[in-house]
């Protein structure tokens, strides 16, 4: 037994270094690097106005992109986000103006469920490839919006009743901020502490052995995608209440925009990988770059090409790092 | 194929190894191999699984370099770096996986990538006239334009056996060709195989079947170990003798002393004309504390049979009981929750969730024992793990990835699994794969205990001596069946060996009416 330690002790001095991996923790620096310079290079940047402006922002995005990180972990991908958010958020607003705003709510969130659920149900059960899925569905809802506005504008200007859902204020905070953390912590919790987060984790990782470990793959699976679903609803019942008006679109550049948060943030595109508090910092980081660019006055195009570099470094790293795992 | 490819002295070797060995991180798995096979000549290889049939011939393909030795084509020492060098010199290879395009024809898949062309157009009245050459050469019946995709194995083989031709191919590596095939099939390919020869190619066969061996060859080598030990004209071999060449090792120390078992004890498992895919009418009993042995070669349907009764494929006719009850719970849920558990054959793309920790790794099949409503009781979880991971002597820090471990130790990780819930029955599908010996010993030991428990164990082995080590019974599986039940003195590698081995018509206690090989 004495003999026998030291061969312990290193063997147990490696893994622990190893355990916090650094690809976990990746997003924190480039974050925090453009924070600290956005705070030097602009005197408008630290301010609790600017920032608590960037999250109401960002509260439709960062709701849907926690929903999503779980569809990404359980080894599916959900393209339809952006346009289950137009249907929801016209659905909400049309509903709103004839039934009120409690119908308007129940509306768009029974919307979001069901988009969520066929697609979970067609993508697990039939087998087809989630990313076809979902794009289909992407433009089945989007043509659904445009038949439910007759390609007008949802106008609620004069409901300041379904206003109230994301603009009270609340201890200095609006309540969309509010509706957003506390959907964004129940996600996080969820998959970090339930049995539910490990079949999730189980499922994108190696879906035959959760399953021969008695995990039910597919429904675990299509929970994901309907909690996708809903959080789209959500973020479009958010969006609509802040601006007050809604209108029918495929949603695209919100789709890319919650992907790209959730691939920044270190979510393996693969499955079995990820965290909810990573994908809060690859948003947030995505919408400093943005809020950056408008401080500095940098013109808008170079803002996407930026976005697309750091997409690509980040899918780069996330590739790079299962070739060295090999 | 002109005549030049298949000059050469007649007494000169075609292919010849000269003390050949290699090895795989300390692991030998050839050694000082010499061998000389003449033109135009059928020789066989056989032995075990793991006895090196597969790496030998790899080596002669250009898939594997040598570490030792040299490797010899007509007299002229060569060093293959890939399959393409290797066709350089007419050295070509028929998989048991074939790689044919489906959709095109069977001219185009057999000029596929050296299509007579001009000028970027392929010349169709050219390839036509050397598609028609090479099949009245070599006597084939196929037909030109016929798509691949449409065609039955055994055709698809001599497609993929012209392309070879084609390419120049002068020596023919041909592994385990009848394995897919059926009857009829059978016959068609052995005459493919006759015909390679008459046209004074050269074939090196790879097969399981001795029978097939002893039919076709002219020479025969037997492996074993990574070590050859003879290279005989098929005339002054049979069946017997060939498997006395391929066994004949002592029983080493690394097995630990085997519980009793009595007559008399409970029968956890009763499995009765279980019909399945790839299990064709199985029925057997394991009794609590018995470690039964499920022996056969790679592909006789012993993991099927294991997932029938585990309920991870579809059962399509019989019973499963357990513990004297028919399941309640259908499917892989209502297993675990009976009391069996499967240790998959591989760890990697069955067992474990390799992104994850080892902790997770653990419980992953057993969340509701350590969780409330939901929620993992994640100072439960610790303690269990910890407890866990000390039984089947894991160290370390749990919350490390499981991929960090050695192979040992992530099949360790899955009996740790296995031993969180009480269970009746426990299934190891090939458990010391990719073991190093160390741990080994550990595993045998953990299965030992599990049985010593009053648990009803079954091992499934392609390796004969772990079988014989560890189990109180031996089945023997072919063909989806068991053909053989071996108890007792009867158990010994040789008796196995033959059942597994054995051929229609063969006599043998069981009567083996095994037409499918």
């Known amino acids: 037994m004495t003999d026998k330690q030291p061969v312990a002790q290193a063997t147990l001095a490696g893994p622990r270094f190893r355990q916090v991996q650094w690809r976990s923790v990746a997003i924190l620096f480039p974050f925090l690097v453009l924070f600290i310079a956005l705070s030097i290079g602009s005197p408008r940047f630290l301010n609790p106005l600017n920032l608590l402006n960037i999250l109401d922002q960002q509260s439709a995005t960062l709701m849907i992109a926690a929903a999503g990180t779980l569809v990404l972990i359980s080894g599916g991908i959900d393209l339809s986000v952006g346009a289950t958010y137009a249907l929801s958020a016209v659905v909400a607003g049309t509903v709103t103006v004839s039934s009120g705003p409690v119908a308007g709510v129940l509306a768009a969130l029974v919307v979001g469920l069901v988009v969520g659920l066929v697609n979970g149900v067609i993508s697990t059960v039939l087998r087809v490839n989630s990313l076809i899925v979902t794009l289909a569905m992407s433009f089945i809802v989007a043509g659904v919006a445009s038949l439910v506005t007759g390609g007008n504008l949802v106008v609620l200007f004069d409901r300041t009743d379904f206003a109230a859902i994301a603009r009270t204020p609340f201890l200095g905070v609006r309540t969309s901020i509010w509706i957003m953390v506390v959907v964004v912590v129940v996600i996080g919790i969820v998959l970090a502490r339930t049995t539910t987060g490990r079949y999730l984790y189980a499922a994108g990782g190696n879906p035959e052995a959760a399953r021969l470990a008695g995990i039910r793959v597919n429904a675990v699976r299509i929970l994901g995608f309907t909690l996708s679903g809903v959080a789209a609803a959500l973020g479009g019942i958010v969006d609509t209440s802040r601006v007050l008006s809604a209108q029918a679109s495929p949603g695209t550049a919100l789709t890319f925009t919650v992907l790209a948060g959730i691939v920044v943030g270190g979510t393996s595109i693969l499955g079995g990988e990820g965290a909810v508090w990573r994908t809060v910092v690859g948003v947030l980081f995505i919408a400093l770059v943005g809020n950056g660019f408008n401080l500095l006055g940098v013109d808008a195009l170079f803002q996407q090409i930026t976005l697309g570099v750091i997409l690509l470094v980040a899918v780069g790293i996330d590739a790079w790092s299962r070739v060295l795992r090999r | ?517």
């Open chain 2, 1 to 517: 194929m002109s005549t030049d490819l298949l000059s050469g002295s007649p007494q000169q070797p075609h292919v010849e190894l000269r003390g050949v060995g290699k090895s795989f991180g300390g692991t030998t798995i050839l050694s000082d191999i010499d061998l000389a096979v003449a033109r135009g000549s059928i020789h066989g290889l056989v032995g075990e699984n793991g006895a090196g049939k597969s790496s030998l011939s790899k080596i002669v393909a250009g898939l594997l370099v040598a570490d030792q030795g040299e490797l010899l084509v007509d007299g002229e020492p060569l060093v293959f770096r890939s399959p393409r060098e290797a066709l350089a010199h007419g050295v070509a290879t028929i998989a048991q996986e074939l790689a044919l395009v489906p959709s095109l024809t069977v001219a185009q898949n057999v000029f596929l990538g050296r299509e007579p062309a001009a000028g970027g157009f392929v010349q169709r009245r050219e390839l036509r006239a050397r598609f028609d050459a090479l099949v009245a050469e070599t006597g084939f019946d196929l037909r030109a334009d016929a798509v691949v995709g449409s065609l039955r194995t055994a055709d698809q083989q001599k497609v993929e056996v012209l392309r070879a031709l084609a390419s120049g191919a002068s020596f023919i590596i041909m592994d385990e060709p009848t394995a897919a095939l059926s009857g009829q099939d059978v016959e068609r390919l052995h005459e493919v195989v006759r015909s390679l020869a008459r046209s004074g190619r050269t074939v090196l066969l790879i097969s399981h079947f001795l029978g097939e061996v002893l039919e076709l060859c002219d020479t025969v080598t037997v492996l074993r170990d990574g070590h050859l030990v003879r290279t005989a004209p098929t005339a002054s071999e049979s069946e017997s003798s060939l498997i006395e060449a391929m066994l004949g090792r002592s029983l080493g120390s690394v097995f630990p002393q085997k519980g009793e078992t009595h007559p008399s004890a409970d029968v956890v498992l009763r499995v009765q004309d279980l019909v399945a895919p790839g299990v064709n009418g199985v029925s057997f009993s394991v009794r609590a504390g018995e470690i039964v042995g499920l022996a056969g070669l790679v592909g006789a349907g012993r993991s099927e049979i294991v997932h029938a009764i585990f309920g991870s494929s579809k059962r399509q006719a019989g019973t499963v009981t357990l513990g004297g009850t028919a399941r309640a719970r259908r499917g892989i849920a209502g297993a675990l929750h009976s009391g069996m558990f499967l240790i998959p054959e591989s760890r990697k793309d069955q067992g474990l969730v390799l992104q994850r920790s080892v902790r997770e790794n653990v419980t992953l099949s057993n969340l509701a024992r350590i969780s409330r409503m939901g929620w993992v009781q994640r100072r439960a979880e610790r303690l269990e793990v910890s407890g866990l991971l000390k039984d089947v002597t894991v160290a370390g820090d749990d919350r490390r990835g499981v991929a960090h471990l050695s192979g040992g130790n992530q099949q360790k990780v899955l009996f740790a699994r296995a031993l969180q819930h009480p269970r009746r029955l426990l299934i190891a599908d090939e458990p010391t794969r990719g073991v190093d010996i160390g741990s080994r010993r550990a595993i045998y030991d953990l299965i030992v205990e599990h049985a010593a428990r009053s648990i009803g164990v079954i091992v499934v082995s392609s390796d004969v001596e772990e079988i014989l080590g560890l189990a109180h019974r031996v089945l023997v599986v072919r063909g989806g069946r068991i053909i053989a039940e071996l108890e007792g003195e009867r158990m010994t590698e040789e008796n196995i060996l033959v059942a597994a081995f054995a051929e229609a018509g063969v006599d043998h206690e069981q009567k083996a009416t095994q037409v499918n090989p």
